[in-house]
């Protein structure tokens, strides 16, 4: 272990729920009778329909091109005919377009003859590669990753920190990545070095993860790349980017500075995984792993998952639910949104289906704020989240702005910990949204 | 650029009359000192009445005849002067008042000029009078609210005018022995003045509302994320952004 | 601005530890429970009677106010809380209608007028203490002896006596050029003593050769007259140890409060009673009435006390200070219920000052 690991005192421990997925492996989940592709599943601009309804597809078909810079290519994740597209509402809240394509027909995705990874490609054949594959960051925020992987003008990277933590409860995706295959996920990490050309190589795996850590030291062992493996102690949400960079290397982003400007990227080992697979088969992204997990599932998993097929299916999958639960979410617990519609599509950026139940998610009634400080002893962005949520609440949002609002990372520790049951992160969410429309420079 | 930058922008000089803050602060240290006793407060608020309708009468009496430049100046002296009348009176007719009051019988001058500042131009002697006539009332009648709640609170007594064999003091049964102190001393009387004020403003707010209301306006301003439930209560107006 | 607020649905996180108000309330009264029943047990009855009255005064209160303002009444532990306190505050034999008169205050004026449960910019148990001082000053300071002390003091509950405080406040006028601060003065007095802390002192002086004066025993016990809640030290400091561990207390406050108490009592405690600086007792200041009860519970009030780390040790430190002056100067039975008082007013101050600093240093970080 090096010795410049800092770790920090803020955010939240969290009871163990992972166990609940942990030991499944994974396996494919069922294909999609019906699949219901998203344009958007990234950010920047949503990608250009190129199919009509009516028109047959292939597996791995474009049915989406890039528009404009900040982009990712949408591909079809089954063979079969687009029998609609329309927009419908994402549990996240926004509107998107989509292509509901309906299964059929042969599958016969093109599969080259595995190359040897990235040591036959020149870097530009790399990029153009995972630009036409589509992928993106698969942690959440959906990230192109050719853009990623191309530090700015006049950047070094120093760092290529790759994000083995998975802080959220209930999510093992990752994690059986890495168990079962470490030595891929180590060629997609090769992959990105040679675009980025690090001067050093650090994975940061939760220490709960003792099995992961094993295997991935053993699989950057075999590889001959300079690649350490740093276990650190589970705490939500050491997987924040800024709050990694600043455990493995101590140092601080600014505020409003991309890691990248700094000389440092993260990855996700989804991500990586998606990399590998992209340069190796010249696979695009249609598929994915989900956990599906949470104390009203009857048998959690780690599901194999076509883009596109809805979350209610997976649920089916895994042995139902029992019972209504309290609350479908897509997405982490922290993080993810509830949805209330079970048709609501699997995207590229959809980590896990949680079913939870009432004792899970301990509903309560809201109170009155006491300034009791527990929110800002755990915020991580060091923010006084009560404080925040006040002027929010009384359209001060642009006090608040010189407050700190815009460094709130969202991680909802503050609301996880709030005795008042205040929304504040939802709150502190919409009064970001104010603060940037009104005017700021 | 903040929001709750001081919205109200008034130099210090020029409004020091017309803002409302300004008149409660300068009209409220007298009131503090006087109603102690309800008979205080009805002595003082006399005063006033009788030196405001004294002083509109005279003033626009003479208006036609004084230059605009220096009705002021008038104004100043005809207050002074009523002032000093009713002191003298006080001193003659009801000496131990007099002693008990002590300098804030001429400060009645201070409230007198204020409210009547306040008081809009009237056409005629006649509307003026009754004008400043309704002023005075009213401020005796508040001052002497104030001083009814501070006295039987703060001593248990309710102290009026004596007569014949009669001192003039009602005791009140449960508080005359062990009265709540407090409301004697002036922490006392900006508590009562401040709840008197804030059951006024409840009230204009209610009129207020009901208005709106019978004028069917819809003016729901979904600004704020969550204006459902507010941990304040519906008493006091909060100040927003 | 259309679109996601509506659409947003039940929103992240989905979890919860599980902490509510109401639960924090119950602990932190739960915590102080001992001390109350420590005072019950060597005041008896009448010191029941106050509690009772205190407590439930301040629950009409709350109802009350929660009818008049069609609030549902939280019945969250806040209002059962604040008139524990306000009746910890109380003499034992303190006339019923002063408790009641306290806490009903406490709850209408200075809690449910600014918005009830963290609308409140004063600490409502202190605020209603302070009017019962400034009311019925004489019955706040009248004490009663102690159970422990009625073999020595011939008396019963009702039996009048002066406390330790008030017993040094009042030798002031008689000694001149003290020597060794106010337990020698007391001792002089000839002011009680508990049989059990004679025989502790005398155990102690025979068999391990250590001196203390049994007065300083009698103090630490809580084995002396005082308000119901506040005589016994250790008792307090075992609920807020609990209170620490379960990061309900910060340390700031109590640490800063302290800190410039003891310290200015140390400094200049001496002088009032003849003696140079630096000859301050701080210990006996520490025990006798209710600094401790005020360091820990009442300064601490997380509603009125500054909210920001800096402010805090500011606030903390002012009150002490005050609490010092009003103790070494003042006229009044208690000092600490206006100590605290003073600084919740300029709380608010407080917080922008630290709040601009702090940002002020992440503005300039950034800007590198």
């Not at chain 1, 922290?334 to 599509?345: C, E, H, I, N, Q």
């Not at chain 1, 590229?348 to 109170?367: C, F, H, I, N, Y």
Request: glycine content about 12%.
């Amino acid at each position: 272990m090096s010795g410049r690991i800092s770790l920090p005192e803020r955010g939240v421990a969290l009871p163990d729920r992972k166990r609940l997925a942990m030991d499944s492996p994974i396996r494919n989940a069922n294909l999609p009778s019906i699949a219901t592709i998203p344009l958007s599943q990234h950010l920047g601009t949503p990608s250009r329909c190129v199919v009509r309804v009516g028109e047959r597809v292939r597996e791995g078909m474009l049915i989406g091109r890039p528009q404009g810079i900040i982009s990712a290519a949408v591909h079809s994740p089954i063979p079969g005919v687009v029998t609609a597209i329309k927009e419908i509402d994402l549990p996240q809240g926004s509107r998107a377009e989509v292509v509901v394509i309906a299964l059929d027909g042969e599958f016969d995705r093109l599969r080259r003859d595995r190359r040897a990874a990235s040591t036959g490609r020149s870097e530009q054949e790399i990029l153009t590669l995972l630009e036409e594959t589509g992928v993106v960051g698969l942690g959440g925020a959906g990230f192109p990753t050719h853009l990623k992987l191309q530090p700015p003008k006049g950047v070094s990277v120093d760092f290529l920190l790759v994000n083995g933590i998975e802080c959220e409860p209930y999510l093992a995706g990752d994690f059986r990545l890495m168990v079962e295959r470490p030595s891929e996920i180590v060629e997609g990490i090769r992959t990105a070095a040679k675009l980025l050309k690090p001067r050093s190589i650090l994975i940061g795996i939760q220490d709960l993860y003792a099995e992961a850590v094993a295997t991935m030291r053993a699989a950057c062992r075999e590889s001959g790349l300079p690649i350490e493996v740093v276990a650190l102690p589970a705490r939500y949400p050491l997987g924040d980017e800024r709050l990694l960079v600043k455990a493995l290397v101590g140092r601080e982003i600014a505020s409003g500075l991309l890691p990248l400007a700094e000389g440092v990227a993260v990855v996700g080992v989804g991500t990586l995984m998606a990399v590998y697979e992209a340069v190796a088969f010249e696979k695009p992204l249609f598929e994915r792993v989900v956990t599906v997990s949470g104390g009203a599932v009857r048998e959690p998993a780690n599901l194999k998952v076509r883009i596109g097929t809805p979350i209610g299916a997976l649920l089916d999958e895994c042995g139902g639910t029992k019972g209504t639960p309290e609350r479908v979410v897509v997405g982490g617990p922290f993080t993810g949104s509830a949805v209330y519609d079970l048709g609501a599509p699997v995207t590229k950026t959809t980590t896990a289906v949680l079913a939870l139940s009432a004792d899970e998610v301990r509903p309560g009634r809201r109170t009155s704020c006491i300034s009791c400080g527990k929110c800002a002893s755990v915020c991580p962005s060091e923010l006084d989240p009560a404080r925040l949520f006040k002027l929010v609440e009384r359209d001060l949002h642009l006090d608040a702005r010189s407050e700190g609002l815009l460094d709130c990372s969202e991680c909802g520790c503050c609301s996880y910990v709030c005795p008042a049951r205040l929304p504040l992160v939802e709150t502190l969410r919409v009064g970001k949204r104010l603060a940037r429309e009104s005017g700021v420079a | 650029m903040t929001d709750s930058e001081p919205k109200t922008g008034a130099s210090l000089t020029g409004s020091l009359f017309e803002s409302p803050l300004a008149l409660l602060v300068l009209g409220l240290f007298p009131s503090i000192a006087i109603t102690t006793h309800v008979s205080y407060a009805l002595a003082l608020g006399g005063g006033v009445l009788v030196v405001m309708a004294g002083s509109r009468l005279v003033a626009s009496l003479l208006a036609p005849v004084i230059p605009p430049r220096i009705r002021f100046g008038v104004h100043l002296v005809v207050i002074a002067t009523l002032v000093t009348a009713v002191d003298q009176a006080v001193r003659a007719y009801a000496p131990a008042l007099s002693k008990a009051l002590g300098i804030y019988v001429p400060l009645v001058a201070v409230n007198c000029l204020i409210l009547g500042r306040m008081a809009p131009g009237r056409s005629s002697a006649g509307k003026a009078v009754l004008g400043a006539l309704g002023m005075g009332v009213s401020f005796a009648l508040s001052l002497s609210l104030v001083a009814l709640v501070r006295e039987v609170l703060g001593s248990g007594t309710i102290t009026l005018f004596p007569f014949g064999r009669w001192n003039g003091i009602v005791t009140v049964a449960g508080l005359s022995r062990n009265p709540i102190g407090a409301f004697a001393l002036p922490a006392g009387a900006f508590l009562v003045v401040a709840y008197l004020a804030g059951l006024a403003n409840w009230a204009a707010l209610r009129r207020q509302e009901a208005r709106k209301g019978r004028a069917e306006e819809t003016g729901t301003s979904a600004r704020s994320p969550s204006e459902r439930e507010s941990p304040r209560g519906s008493s006091a107006p909060e100040a927003t952004g | 601005m259309e679109g996601s607020t509506s659409r947003n649905l039940a929103g992240a996180p989905h979890l919860h530890e599980g902490s509510t108000t109401s639960a924090m309330m119950w602990t932190v009264t739960l915590c102080l429970a001992p001390s109350g029943l420590w005072g019950i047990w060597q005041f008896g009855l009448p010191a029941l009677a106050v509690l009772v009255v205190a407590i439930g005064a301040a629950l009409l209160g709350e109802i009350g106010m929660g009818l008049v303002l069609k609030r549902p009444a939280l019945r969250d532990g806040s209002a059962f809380l604040t008139g524990l306190l306000v009746g910890y505050m109380m003499p034992p034999a303190v006339p019923l209608y002063v408790p009641l008169a306290a806490s009903l205050f406490a709850m209408v004026v200075v809690k449910w007028s600014f918005g009830g449960l963290g609308g409140n910019w004063m600490n409502p148990a202190l605020a209603g203490v302070a009017l019962a001082l400034l009311s019925w000053t004489g019955a706040m300071g009248s004490w009663t002896a102690p159970h422990a002390w009625h073999a020595v003091v011939a008396g019963s509950f009702a039996t009048p006596i002066a406390s330790p405080e008030a017993f040094v406040a009042g030798g002031l006028a008689h000694q001149r050029g003290g020597s060794g601060g106010p337990i020698a003065l007391v001792a002089l007095g000839h002011y009680p003593v508990s049989p059990f802390s004679q025989s502790v002192a005398q155990w102690l002086g025979s068999h391990a050769g250590v001196r203390i004066d049994p007065h300083y025993l009698d103090l630490f016990v809580g084995l002396v007259p005082g308000s119901i809640g506040e005589i016994s030290p250790p008792l307090l400091i075992l609920g807020s140890v609990v209170l620490f561990r379960r990061r309900i207390l910060g340390w700031r406050v109590p640490v800063a409060y302290l800190g410039a108490f003891l310290l200015l009592i140390w400094a200049f405690g001496g002088l009032p009673l003849g003696g140079a600086l630096f000859q301050g007792d701080p210990l006996f200041h520490l025990l006798a009435g209710g600094i401790i009860l005020g360091a820990l519970y009442l300064a601490t009030d997380p509603v009125t006390a500054a909210h920001t780390p800096g402010g805090m040790i500011v606030y903390g430190a002012g009150a002490g200070a005050l609490t010092f002056l009003f103790r070494d100067y003042g006229s009044l039975p208690a000092a600490m219920p206006f100590g605290i008082i003073l600084m919740n007013i300029v709380v608010p101050a407080i917080d922008r000052v630290a709040r601009s600093r702090r940002l002020g240093m992440r503005a300039r970080e950034a800007e590198r």
